[in-house]
């Protein structure tokens, strides 16, 4: 019986404590009567509430019984009064508490998946990266995902490269695009694809006999994990690659392993 049940079943109770009914027993018995041939006709297994829960829940029935039973008299106040006693005497139903539990950090997280549709993260992320010819690079950047659907962003952003070569450095800047699929998606992690393409500008050729503009397509594997409320590490490994994509007099390629890390922050949802 819910607690509005319960609490007109003691309403009525109190009522009825100072009159005499001759007719509720037969009212009573009217309601569980056509209770018990409605649960008779339901499926095995039936959850459905008995044909009179809307009317313990509706206080005008309630009262238009009280009349009716009122109008025939009778003697069955110790009856009610006892049946409300032990309505009194059923435990409270248990009111319904969000899914929650503990992470293994202390953070006391709602039971959803991470990466819902339409919300938002900002990431700072640095890292190198080493090619085959002795060349290595320094990437700092930072970039705006926004979940399009579950598990599939894309994003925009902008970053901060140190290329040193075997004969000069060059530092460089860039922003570009990158789209991202957490194929594995819990609580407090998961592990993505992702792939984009950036454009950057450089204070020497990059490569050397290259030029000072290139394109910077990148795909890598991840991870992230939370460390608390909105806030999570972000790994990745995989591919980076510089190069002018022909538009100069020659296209020297860079090809490159990349390593980053870094933390992410999110802003909605």
């Known amino acids: 019986m819910s607690r509005m049940h319960h609490a007109n079943m003691v309403t009525l109770a109190a009522t009825l ?22 649960a008779a006709s339901q499926p095995a297994g039936s959850t459905e509430a008995p044909v009179f829960a809307p009317m313990l829940a509706d206080p005008t029935v309630l009262a238009g019984l009280v009349r009716d039973a009122h109008a025939a008299g009778g003697h069955a106040q110790g ?19 969000a ?63 140190y290329v040193d070569t075997n004969t000069s450095d060059a530092w460089g800047g860039g922003v570009g695009l990158l789209a991202r699929w957490h194929f594995v998606r819990e609580r407090d992690f998961s592990l993505f694809l992702e792939a984009g393409c950036g454009f950057a500008l450089f204070s020497d050729d990059v490569p050397d006999g290259g030029t000072d503009h290139d394109f910077t397509p990148r795909a890598a594997i991840g991870a992230t994990y939370a460390i608390a409320d909105g806030v999570r590490v972000v790994g990745r490994a995989g591919w980076f690659h510089i190069s002018n994509a022909q538009t100069g007099p020659s296209n020297p390629g860079l090809d490159s392993f990349a390593v980053t890390i870094g933390l992410s922050f999110t802003l909605g949802r």
């Open 17 to 38: 404590r100072s009159r005499s009914f001759r007719g509720l027993a037969v009212v009573t018995a009217t309601m569980i009567s056509t209770a018990d041939a409605r």
């Open 79 to 97: 009856s009610l009064v006892a049946a409300s006693a032990s309505a009194s005497a059923l435990p409270e139903a248990a009111t319904p508490q």
């Open 99 to 161: 899914d929650t539990a503990e992470t293994d950090t202390g953070v006391s997280a709602v039971q959803t998946a991470y990466g819902t549709a339409d919300s938002l993260e900002l990431e700072f992320a640095l890292g190198p990266a080493f090619a085959s010819d002795d060349t290595s690079i320094g990437q700092f950047g930072a970039g705006l995902h926004w979940f399009v659907a579950d598990g599939i962003s894309f994003g925009v952003f902008a970053e901060a490269l």
